[in-house]
């Protein structure tokens, strides 16, 4: 059994990265594995750089916002599954946020190893269009020694400037992998 920890990037509470995400984590729990869910819809920055959280071992980051609570949720984890919308070709700002905050964990430079994957929804419907937020979700994800267990990349989504939409197969595809995992 795993303990995922399912970060959501997105704004829209009823969004089409909000309906992949409850679908995956309708088959992980299926499959037995209890899921956190979080959705970065509250106060978050990125980080700052100041380096406080480099001035000894379990130095905390010194900002008081969402993270707060998503630390001892990550703690927690062995997977961390993120959500998020495709903006400009890559993820989501509060999505990148929570990736850079991380930062406050590593000891020396070391992360604590996970298993991660990476959901996503996005208005075109290309073969390309998940490319370049994918190869950065796995390359980082691969630097801090992670291993990546896959992915849902939800193309040709309607969005915001209408009625937001999300095709089946791909709600059918998060929740094969949810149960899989
Ligand atoms: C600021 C912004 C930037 C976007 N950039 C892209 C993009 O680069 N490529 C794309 O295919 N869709 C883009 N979209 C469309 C969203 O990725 C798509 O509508 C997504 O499903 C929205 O997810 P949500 O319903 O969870 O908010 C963008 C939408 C917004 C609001």
């Known amino acids: 059994m795993r303990h995922i920890l399912l970060v959501s990037g997105s704004g829209a509470a009823r969004g089409n990265t909000a309906a992949l995400a409850a679908a995956f984590a309708d088959g992980a729990r299926s499959a037995g594995h209890a899921v956190e869910s979080s959705v970065l819809d509250g106060e978050l920055n990125g980080c700052l750089g100041c380096g406080a959280c480099r001035r000894g071992a379990g130095s905390p980051c010194v900002q008081r916002d969402m993270m707060d609570g998503l630390y001892p949720a990550?703690?927690?984890c062995d997977t961390l599954v993120l959500a998020s919308p495709l903006y400009f070709?890559?993820?989501s700002a509060r999505a990148k946020a929570f990736v850079?905050?991380?930062y406050a964990i590593s000891?020396?430079?070391r992360y604590p190893p996970r298993d991660c994957a990476l959901l996503m929804t996005g208005g075109t419907d290309e073969f390309w269009a998940f490319d370049k937020a994918e190869g950065y979700f796995r390359f980082f994800t691969a630097a801090l020694g992670w291993k990546f267990l896959g992915g849902v990349f939800a193309g040709g989504c309607t969005?915001?400037?209408g009625e937001r939409g999300i095709d089946g197969r791909y709600l059918e595809s998060a929740r094969a992998l949810?149960?899989?995992?």
């Open 107 to 109: 000891v020396e430079d």
């Open 159 to 161: 969005g915001c400037e």
């Open 89 to 91: 070709w890559g993820l």
């Open 100 to 102: 850079e905050r991380l």
């Open 178 to 181: 949810g149960a899989g995992i």
């Open 74 to 76: 990550f703690g927690r």
